[in-house]
């Protein structure tokens, strides 16, 4: 199970810190990701994070703006977004895959937390 929060409304420039927080099998959190679906797109990829390793990587619409990282006593990732835009505005989802897990591939995770919006004011 994955629980999200941290979303909301912010202006342009402003930032936001998004919390997921893992419930399950250690096997099932061997890679976290963070996606997100604008009104009328198709869900994207934001970033990824290796639990074990703490590896990550980004979309490039977000390097240097967006951080992961993952807290292992609270089994939770985050999400800090800085200097956020408006066209960043969408629902946020946390997903978490098992070994094999595309990073970037949505189709590839195995659990998905129900999203949590966050809104970027211009």
């Known amino acids: 199970q994955l629980v999200e929060s941290g979303g909301g409304l912010v202006q342009a420039g402003g930032s936001l810190r998004l919390s997921c927080v893992f419930s399950g099998r250690t096997f099932s959190r061997f890679v976290m990701g963070w996606f997100r679906q604008a009104p009328g797109k198709e869900r994207e990829f934001v970033s990824a994070i290796w639990w074990r390793s703490g590896g990550a990587y980004y979309t490039n619409s977000v390097k240097g703006r967006f951080t992961i990282s993952r807290d292992n006593a609270k089994n939770t990732v985050y999400l800090q977004m800085n200097s956020l835009k408006p066209e960043d505005t969408a629902v946020y989802y946390c997903?978490?895959?098992?070994?094999?897990?595309?990073?970037?591939?949505?189709?590839?995770?195995?659990?998905w937390g129900q999203g949590t919006q966050v809104t970027v004011s211009s």
């Open positions: 997903a978490a895959g098992s070994p094999g897990t595309l990073g970037d591939r949505a189709s590839t995770y195995d659990y």
